[in-house]
């Protein structure tokens, strides 16, 4: 496949996409809750049940039931989550071509740093941020609901910062808040893990099972 020259930063969205495991489940099941639970809570705001504060109060008395949501735990289990096999060869792969890359989640604020502190990078942005009591336990947290408009922003400061135009970025991604990155660049790569959706093929530039086939793409 022919190489794109043009292209002169990569964009990665991180759970599902660069891991094997979502961030927000493994907090759940960490803290005492449950995937179905995050879940559900996220499924009764996005019908209109709930308003945004009252899924927010729902999450952190949550991750607040069983005294465990403290800072200490919440690092330990995203340190604990897997990058997928073939992703820190693909980031330094595009490092070795003198590529930016840069991740964008919709996750929080500590795992957005330790994602990259293992991957070895300085660009990120994540759409949430913890906040602490005295003890280190949970205080509360903040969360950007329209994640996708939020990570429009967010490419839009990382252009900005690096002098680019969001047509010099490839983003790759498997979840629909990366579908606007995707109409935006014209340069999306759906990447088909257990958790895709489907709908950012209508976009993609480009599909691929593995992360490890893009290194045929740029």
């Not at 495991?21 to 019908?47: C, Q």
């Not at 800072?71 to 995203?78: Q, V």
């Not at 693909?90 to 964008?104: F, G």
């Amino acid at each position: 496949m022919k190489q794109e020259s043009s292209i002169k930063a990569v964009i990665f969205d991180i759970d599902g996409t660069l891991t094997t495991k979502n961030s927000w489940f493994e907090i759940a099941i960490a803290v005492g809750g449950t995937p179905e639970e995050d879940k559900e809570i996220l499924r009764m705001y996005r019908s209109g049940i709930i308003l945004s504060e009252e899924a927010d109060t729902r999450l952190l008395a949550m991750w607040k039931r069983q005294g465990l949501a403290t800072k200490e735990n919440f690092r330990k289990i995203f340190e604990s989550i897997p990058l997928r096999q073939d992703a820190a060869d693909l980031v330094n792969y595009l490092k070795s071509k003198n590529i930016i890359v840069c991740l964008i989640t919709g996750s929080m604020d500590m795992y957005a740093e330790i994602i990259a502190a293992k991957l070895g990078l300085i660009n990120f942005y994540h759409n949430a941020n913890l906040f602490w009591d005295e003890n280190n336990h949970i205080k509360s947290f903040n969360y950007i609901v329209n994640q996708g408009e939020k990570k429009l922003e967010q490419l839009h400061d990382f252009c900005k910062k690096n002098n680019l135009k969001p047509k010099e970025c490839v983003v790759i991604g498997d979840s629909e808040n990366d579908y606007g990155l995707f109409k935006l660049t014209q340069k999306g790569i759906a990447v088909r893990t257990e958790y895709e959706d489907r709908v950012l093929e209508q976009l993609a530039w480009q599909v691929v099972d593995h992360l490890a086939e893009i290194k045929k793409i740029i």
